[in-house]
């Protein structure tokens, strides 16, 4: 694969080496979409060899933000005034503006006057698509936790067909939140790796089972397609992109003037158990409930085995197969889980706590902890 580099608006001396391997396997390997794609011109439009570039041949990047009925606002502005940001900081001292990335609010269907009333029903003013787009950005939607998935997607007929016919002509497409619905309905998660808000990820995998979701990722990119995390991953999504854009140095001064930690890796820190709804066969839930009962028992698969009446062999063949998980993985997340609870509802030092989850331990249990959580009690609890 050649390398090239992706023109930024801070002339020669700002310019970024990237690759663009991602988007030539999106181009090549792309499933259930008619592609026809001159790549020839693609490349012409978005990227110049090394070495032809010159400050005098910099251009601007066009990212187009899908706002529709029920979208959300946060995610929408979000996303625009932290390029925005991004975009004041590339500027030299003493220069003109930079063309930098121009930011396009857009909108499909009938809509009046281009107006569209995002989630409230506040209104806004959006213009029609125009040209190409470097990117296409959908937000998710507002929603409840017992959301008619057929019932909110229905109504975004024209936004699907705008999504699809964008990607097939080339442009890369990127969801926040449960935007992601909306790119499995169009088909562009069909064998590809996507995340979604945690709470959601379930339905996500079950509504589109050709996606092989990741339900605790803050953000994937596979090939042209890149998903993200909850509500406000949007600006992990947007400092992902100065940093591709305009460097990492860049990126970093972005986050900081716009107070945005460090982008993080995983949504496991933010997964609340209790609000996941709990779907387990009735053998594997009354094995779960039995556990959540005896927390700080240790561990005995030939008793667990006998409170059910049935051997260790048919315990761990049952419960692999409703869960995927073995007793023990079951009973670990179990006790993560309540000690998430314990860290930050409580003041009992990590010791306490490792003991009131059945182990004695806490380095054995904080690299259990680590493991599933992705960062340790310590640093959680400071969360």
Same mark, same amino acid.
């Given at each position: 694969?050649t *390398?090239?580099q ?5 002339g ?6 990237i690759f663009v391997d991602s #988007?030539m $396997?999106? @181009?090549?390997? &792309?499933?259930?979409l008619?592609y ?11 990227? *110049?060899a090394?070495?032809t570039v ?6 601007s990047?066009?990212?187009a933000i899908?706002a529709y009925d029920?979208c959300?606002g946060a995610?929408? +502005?979000g996303? &625009?005034?932290v ?14 503006p ?11 269907g009938n809509?009046a006057?281009g ?8 209104? #806004?003013g959006?213009?029609?698509? =125009?040209?190409r ?10 929603? !409840? ?14 936004e699907?067909?705008?999504i699809?016919?964008?990607f ?7 969801s ?6 909306? %790119?499995?309905?169009?088909?562009? @998660?069909?064998g ?9 990820a379930?339905d996500?995998? *079950? =509504? ?6 990741q339900?605790?990722?803050i ?16 600006f992990?999504?947007?400092i992902?992109?100065v940093?591709r #854009?305009l460097?990492a140095?860049?990126? !970093?001064? !972005?986050?900081? $003037?716009?107070l ?5 890796v995983?949504?496991a820190?933010y $997964?609340?158990a209790? %609000? ?7 053998f594997?839930?009354h094995?779960?409930q039995?556990?959540e009962?005896? @927390?700080?028992?240790? +561990?005995?698969l030939?008793?667990?085995?006998? &409170? +059910?009446h049935?051997s260790?062999?048919?315990?761990? =063949? ?8 073995s007793? @023990?993985?079951l009973?670990q997340?179990v006790?993560?889980?309540r000690?998430k609870q ?6 009992w030092s990590?010791?306490r #706590? ?6 004695s331990d806490?380095?054995?249990?904080s ?7 992705g960062e340790?009690?310590a640093?959680?609890?400071r969360?």
């Amino acid at each position: 694969m050649t *390398k090239w580099q992706l023109i930024s608006p801070r002339g020669a001396m700002a310019m970024r080496t990237i690759f663009v391997d991602s #988007i030539m $396997v999106a @181009l090549s390997n &792309a499933t259930g979409l008619d592609y026809h794609v001159n790549i020839s011109c693609f490349m012409v439009n978005m990227i *110049k060899a090394r070495a032809t570039v010159t400050a005098s041949t910099a251009r601007s990047l066009r990212i187009a933000i899908l706002a529709y009925d029920g979208c959300m606002g946060a995610q929408l +502005f979000g996303m &625009a005034e932290v390029l925005r940001i991004a975009n004041d900081l590339a500027q030299p001292p003493g220069q003109c503006p930079p063309e930098g990335v121009h930011i396009h609010l857009v909108g499909v269907g009938n809509r009046a006057a281009g107006v569209v009333r995002i989630a409230g029903g506040t209104p #806004i003013g959006v213009q029609r698509p =125009r040209g190409r787009y470097d990117l296409l950005v959908v937000p998710g939607l507002e929603i !409840t936790r017992q959301v008619d998935w057929n019932a909110k997607l229905a109504p975004l007929s024209r936004e699907l067909v705008f999504i699809r016919k964008t990607f097939a002509t080339g442009t890369p497409v990127a969801s926040v939140c449960v935007g992601a619905f909306l %790119l499995g309905e169009a088909g562009l @998660l069909n064998g590809r790796r996507a995340t979604t808000a945690w709470l959601f990820a379930a339905d996500l995998a *079950k =509504r589109y089972p050709a996606a092989k979701v990741q339900a605790d990722a803050i953000l994937l990119e596979d090939g042209a397609v890149t998903s993200t995390g909850a509500v406000s991953s949007a600006f992990d999504l947007a400092i992902h992109l100065v940093k591709r #854009i305009l460097g990492a140095e860049l990126a !970093t001064a !972005t986050a900081r $003037v716009a107070l945005l930690p460090s982008q993080r890796v995983s949504q496991a820190p933010y $997964v609340d158990a209790r %609000l996941l709804p709990r779907s387990l066969p009735t053998f594997s839930e009354h094995v779960l409930q039995w556990f959540e009962q005896r @927390l700080s028992d240790a +561990f005995d698969l030939g008793a667990v085995a006998q &409170a +059910f009446h049935v051997s260790p062999s048919t315990l761990m =063949r049952r419960v692999k197969s409703e869960t995927g998980q073995s007793p @023990l993985a079951l009973l670990q997340q179990v006790r993560v889980d309540r000690a998430k609870q314990l860290l930050s509802g409580t003041a009992w030092s990590v010791a306490r #706590i490792t003991e009131s989850v059945g182990y004695s331990d806490v380095a054995s249990f904080s690299r259990l902890f680590t493991r599933l959580v992705g960062e340790t009690p310590a640093k959680y609890r400071r969360r």
